[in-house]
């Protein structure tokens, strides 16, 4: 189990592949646990009553819900969610 993510330096200078081999490579969720992630979230999409959290976007609140002209429902919100996920996907907190 990771406990961080592996931090970019300020500045590189060197040829490209070897940043995206040294720092990019070891933040990447293992594609088994992707797979996973992937089939769960496409049964989750399925739900009548799921809640998708989008961008927040002028005219709309934080911590509200919106529905769509289709009924789908949506949370505007920023990208801690997001965040949040890479993050315990990344720590194997997440069982695939």
Not at 7 to 12: D, E
Not at 77 to 96: F, M, Q, T, Y
């Amino acid at each position: 189990m990771r406990e961080y993510m592996k931090h970019a330096p300020a500045s590189f200078y060197g040829l490209g592949w070897i940043s995206t081999y040294e720092y990019v490579q070891p933040n990447l969720i293992p594609v088994d646990t992707v797979v996973c992630l992937n089939a769960w979230m496409k049964q989750y999409c399925r739900e009548t009553n799921a809640e998708f959290p989008v961008r927040y976007v002028a005219g709309t609140e934080r911590r509200r819900q919106y529905w769509t002209s289709d009924g789908t429902c949506i949370a505007p919100c920023d990208n801690s969610p997001a965040w949040e996920l890479h993050a315990l996907l990344l720590r194997g907190e997440i069982d695939s």
